[in-house]
């Protein structure tokens, strides 16, 4: 590699972050697909409607306004699980961006510069590190929550971004003072 010794250090920072930002979409996705926490007093407390049979009030059948409600209860059980899912989302988003900032601010000041490789490798690590975490998340959770394991990762690569779109920054002014 013809990386001088800051850009290693960068990389090698860049991919310790990676790990972190990995760590936090895995573990999401994994302590969701669990019912882990939150999620598992919320998804045990579903109403199986199909048990509610025979219910009479003064003579009159209101078998199908207590399954309404019951289903109605399901939906409210649903909105709150997303809702969760969505603050665990901003959750990620900020426990990634910290690092992420201060990697970019601190790691692309503007007297250091990016060669092509550099950025290239960047690039490459960090295309790597997404296929792996949605591969890593679907394999914790067995397969059964595609969709948090899809968000969480989107969550903490869009983040990851900041330090990329540097980089690429900083090779093209690389190469126009060139």
């Known amino acids: 590699m013809g990386l001088d010794k800051a850009g290693k250090i960068r990389l090698i920072l860049f991919v310790i972050v990676l790990i972190w930002c990995v760590y936090w979409g895995a573990?999401?996705?994994?302590?969701?697909?669990?019912?882990?926490?939150a999620f598992h007093g919320l998804s045990g407390s579903m109403v199986d409607t199909s048990d509610i049979d025979d219910v009479y009030i003064d003579g009159s059948d209101f078998t199908w306004g207590v399954r309404l409600l019951g289903h109605a209860a399901n939906g409210a059980i649903l909105i709150v699980i997303v809702l969760l899912m969505l603050l665990f989302m901003v959750l990620v988003a900020v426990a990634t961006v910290i690092p992420v900032a201060l990697l970019r601010i601190f790691g692309l000041k503007k007297k250091y510069v990016v060669t092509e490789e550099e950025y290239k490798l960047t690039k490459y690590i960090y295309l790597t590190a997404i296929g792996?975490?949605?591969?890593?998340?679907?394999?914790?959770?067995?397969?059964?929550?595609?969709?948090?394991?899809?968000?969480?990762?989107?969550?903490?690569?869009?983040?990851?971004?900041?330090?990329?779109?540097?980089?690429w920054e900083r090779k093209k002014m690389y190469e126009m003072n060139e």
């Open 132 to 167: 792996l975490s949605l591969v890593l998340s679907l394999i914790l959770t067995r397969f059964t929550s595609i969709i948090p394991s899809i968000l969480f990762t989107l969550t903490w690569s869009l983040v990851m971004l900041i330090y990329v779109l540097g980089t």
């Open 27 to 37: 573990g999401f996705s994994y302590e969701i697909s669990r019912g882990g926490g």
